[in-house]
RNA sequence: GGAGAGAUGACCGAGUGGCUUAAGGUGCUCGCCUGGAAAGCGGGUGUGCAGCGUGAAACUGUACCGAGGGUUCGAAUCCCUCUCUCUCCGCCA
């Protein structure tokens, strides 16, 4: 969320850069200003009575030591009034936190100079694009039935398990996919990056930490007898790592990446583009997780865009780079870099990764802060994110891409680990 | 799952209603001392919100001793609820 003392300072700001992701904040940011009022002027009124009260019991105490009895119930009888002024005072503090609380985490990220207008995907800006495009002829298959045909991939076993969206790999197919989640693993250290395995459960704080709750709640899958969700990304065990956490600025940059399954619900977006690997229930993917001094998180942004363009370039999948538009960002998210790769025989470009700067916009809600060098004050840490990579669409790129009529032919890189060079 | 014991600052640890402004220690840091260091001596050392200022700081008020309520003029301390940790038993990959 969006600190109150900036929305204070900067309210027309706020307003007209949200207009770019197509949010009228106008209503909102004109409440806030007034509640803030309010609350400042409350917390005023209680800190008085409190600080009134507090000298009261003092001198109490005191009277009652020196055996003046008389005059400490005398004083006794005067907190009562100043009591009953600090309760009514307390309980109208807690309400006015409360409204505000609840219109300031309705205020989305704003948006980062760079970000182009725009209202749907189409309106992405593309920065780059590296589309040597296949040429497969006539007879090329989609990944779902290259998997039905070498048997790497069953669909149907994973609906009688659990249900549509939760593919069993088999043979060939699982050691691919451990193959890629190895393959990811050692390219991120091998930038830099500290291998963590988190748990894949998470509470409601860490949801609220990173921004999936409150209001993606229905995206999660919940473990009611626990209170426990099941995490959509490992992006949310990795950063609330980091939740009310102060650094030193000499830790900087923090750079940790995880590989967890990712379960998502998927809810309304039945019967889209769900053919095959295309969206799942269960997935795995590797996370690469920044936490960055606000003055160099941009340069991070960068570093990351490019390290994930090594990874599909490695992979030698055609892909494009595109910077989100106003209208496609999320909602915590100030800047975006989507990658896709295009898969050949279903002549799709698909999402295989999402690297986003969030700025302090979840690092306010985690508490997230630093002190620079020989400073008392702290402030907040930017938090940066992205898949390296999601695996299924990678899959299904590479399953289609290198489709020939021997067989499915693996790429270099990834062969000293699955141990084969073509599926047959 | 059963029984018991706990949760105090960066860390250890005292504190059973007001001489607590959270003792004492460790660590860190600044100063003195020293050729330099160690030791020693002295000072400082949390977070949020608000006020005052606005370059920051300092200063003032307030809240925070696992979380949330309650009792009281006054709560780290008493009461209630919850969460978590440890020990033993049971179960178990």
Redesign the pocket.
Known sequence: ML???FIRDNANEVISRLKVKNFDAETIVNEIISL?VE??NN??L???T??E??????E???L??SGKTDE?NE??RK??EL?EKSKELNKSY?EIEKQLFSKIVELPNIPHSSVPKGNSEDDNEIVKSNAEIPELGGKALPHWELAKKYDIIDFELGNKLTGAGFPVYKGKGAKLQRALINFFLDEAEKAGYNEVQPPILVNEDSGFGTGQLPDKEGQMYFVGLDNLYLVPTAEVPVTNIYRDV?LNANDFPVKNTAYTPCFRREAGSYGKDVRGLNRLHQFDKVEIVNIAHPNHSYEILDQMVSYVESLVSKLGLPYRILRLCGGDLSFTSALTYDFEVFSAAQEKWLEVSSVSNFESYQANRL?L?F?EEG????KLAHTLNGSALALPRILAALLENNQTNEGIKIPEVLQKYTGFAIID
């Open positions: 600190s109150i003392g803030d609350r400042r917390q005023q209680l800190d008085d409190l600080a009260l507090n000298k009261l019991s003092k109490i105490g005191g009652f030591k400490a004083a006794k907190t009562t009591k807690s102060i508490k802060r002190k400073e008392k004050k702290t």
